[in-house]
């Protein structure tokens, strides 16, 4: 098993980890949902949780500057050593990774990588509502960050955030009631997980 992140191999190959559990990541756009899907599934699962947002919000803190300037002006260094410890923590299991590229710094580590998908106006207005902006603030200021993110993507491990293709899991929330968004995909994860369960045996 290996990420799908070519620049995380030679890392990957430094420590030999006998893995305890399931993986499974969720990653989305801002404002898409996946926190509140990630912590519902990781409860219903009983695995462990974690958050990579919040790491990167709490060294934001650290420095005392806005999520959106730091998100610009961070060092490529710190992406690099945050998901060398995402990488880490999929290798060892027993957790949910949530994060915009947890699925592809766990590749095949991870036994269910999912997408969360979601419209630009659904988006806006949940974000706009977190955090009392305007709706066309909040289009302005996570359209920025979507195109700031996926260039820093490219540019430092070549990859394209938002291809789906490498998740086995997709689910739409841009239409989803709040009871689908917290109850659907632990059923459907939960199915594939089963499904897997028999395959293997």
């Given at each position: 098993m290996s990420t799908y992140v070519k620049k995380l191999k030679n890392y990957e190959k430094k420590f030999n980890i006998k893995k305890k559990?399931?993986?499974i990541t969720v990653s989305g756009l801002s404002g898409s949902g996946k926190s509140t899907i990630a912590e519902t599934l990781a409860k219903k699962l009983k695995i462990k949780y974690k958050n990579m947002g919040d790491v990167f919000r709490e060294l934001a803190k650290e420095k005392n500057i806005s999520m959106e300037k730091f998100s610009k002006t961070r060092a490529k260094k710190t992406d690099i050593l945050l998901d060398e410890k995402c990488l880490k923590l999929a290798k060892e299991g027993n957790i949910l990774l949530n994060?915009?590229?947890t699925g592809w710094v766990a590749g095949d580590n991870a036994e269910?990588?999912?997408w969360i998908k979601c419209d630009l106006?659904?988006?806006a207005k949940r974000v706009a509502e977190r955090e009392n902006k305007t709706f066309q603030q909040a289009?302005?200021?996570i359209t920025e960050r979507d195109n700031v993110d996926k260039k820093r993507y490219k540019e430092l491990y070549d990859?394209?955030?938002e291809n789906t293709e490498i998740y086995n899991y997709i689910f739409d929330n841009?239409?989803?009631t709040y009871e689908e968004?917290?109850?659907k995909p632990s059923k459907d994860i939960k199915l594939l997980l089963d499904k897997m369960d028999t395959t293997s045996n």
């Amino acid at each position: 098993m290996s990420t799908y992140v070519k620049k995380l191999k030679n890392y990957e190959k430094k420590f030999n980890i006998k893995k305890k559990g399931i993986t499974i990541t969720v990653s989305g756009l801002s404002g898409s949902g996946k926190s509140t899907i990630a912590e519902t599934l990781a409860k219903k699962l009983k695995i462990k949780y974690k958050n990579m947002g919040d790491v990167f919000r709490e060294l934001a803190k650290e420095k005392n500057i806005s999520m959106e300037k730091f998100s610009k002006t961070r060092a490529k260094k710190t992406d690099i050593l945050l998901d060398e410890k995402c990488l880490k923590l999929a290798k060892e299991g027993n957790i949910l990774l949530n994060g915009r590229l947890t699925g592809w710094v766990a590749g095949d580590n991870a036994e269910i990588r999912v997408w969360i998908k979601c419209d630009l106006k659904t988006r806006a207005k949940r974000v706009a509502e977190r955090e009392n902006k305007t709706f066309q603030q909040a289009k302005r200021d996570i359209t920025e960050r979507d195109n700031v993110d996926k260039k820093r993507y490219k540019e430092l491990y070549d990859i394209d955030a938002e291809n789906t293709e490498i998740y086995n899991y997709i689910f739409d929330n841009g239409k989803a009631t709040y009871e689908e968004a917290i109850t659907k995909p632990s059923k459907d994860i939960k199915l594939l997980l089963d499904k897997m369960d028999t395959t293997s045996n």
